[in-house]
């Protein structure tokens, strides 16, 4: 389950490397559940490369902390941990899709933004923003910023907070 604890900082080198363990086998496990909906929709042979996935975790990490330290907050809300793992998924791109070109169009074009599409359910999760609201063309129009734009954590986590707010998940 998602741990929504972020001090890494404070905690000694050993518990610092937990948790990066604990959010990688987390995000693996749901890396696990997204790969067998593309294998339905004929997308195979993805895979989660591990040492990007660590890369990506200890960057989210990093950039949270620093964002804690400069704020003086004790904790980061949900929308940044949201936004800031997002803007990592998508700059660092742990999910790997073996060639695309014997692939038809449409397949192609949905290999191309699989890890903006992980990264963006992922933050809708975390948000609690319930993803079968939003219009199509919203949706459309966040993957294409999350793969042809520079992502900056902080905009994510303001996106991730309005979504929520017009589009909250029912508990």
Same mark, same amino acid.
């Given at each position: 389950?998602?741990?929504?604890?972020?001090?890494?900082?404070?905690?000694?080198?050993?518990?610092?490397?937990?948790?990066?363990?604990?959010?990688?086998?987390?995000?693996? @496990?749901?890396?696990?559940?997204?790969?067998?909906?593309?294998?339905?929709?004929?997308?195979? /042979?993805?895979?989660?490369?591990?040492?990007?996935?660590?890369?990506?975790?200890?960057?989210?990490?990093?950039?949270?902390?620093?964002?804690?330290? #400069?704020?003086?907050?004790?904790?980061?809300?949900? #929308?940044?941990? !949201? /936004?800031?793992?997002?803007?990592?998924?998508?700059?660092?791109?742990?999910?790997?899709?073996?060639?695309? /070109?014997?692939?038809?169009?449409?397949?192609?074009?949905? /290999?191309?933004?699989?890890?903006?599409?992980?990264?963006?359910?992922? !933050?809708?999760?975390?948000?609690?923003?319930?993803?079968?609201?939003?219009?199509?063309?919203?949706?459309?129009?966040?993957?294409?910023?999350?793969?042809?734009?520079?992502?900056?954590?902080?905009?994510?986590?303001?996106?991730? @907070?309005?979504?929520?707010?017009?589009?909250?998940?029912? #508990?």
């Amino acid at each position: 389950m998602f741990d929504e604890t972020n001090d890494l900082a404070e905690l000694p080198e050993d518990d610092q490397l937990k948790r990066i363990v604990r959010r990688c086998a987390y995000l693996q @496990e749901t890396f696990e559940k997204y790969n067998s909906r593309l294998i339905t929709t004929g997308l195979t /042979g993805a895979t989660m490369n591990k040492v990007l996935l660590i890369n990506c975790v200890e960057s989210y990490f990093l950039d949270i902390n620093r964002l804690k330290a #400069f704020h003086g907050m004790e904790r980061a809300d949900r #929308f940044k941990i !949201a /936004g800031y793992l997002l803007k990592w998924l998508c700059k660092i791109k742990p999910i790997q899709i073996g060639p695309l /070109g014997d692939l038809p169009a449409n397949l192609q074009k949905r /290999g191309l933004v699989v890890n903006e599409n992980f990264a963006l359910i992922h !933050a809708l999760i975390i948000a609690k923003v319930d993803k079968a609201k939003i219009e199509q063309r919203l949706v459309t129009s966040l993957l294409y910023s999350a793969h042809y734009r520079d992502l900056n954590g902080g905009v994510m986590a303001m996106q991730m @907070e309005t979504l929520a707010r017009a589009y909250p998940r029912a #508990f």
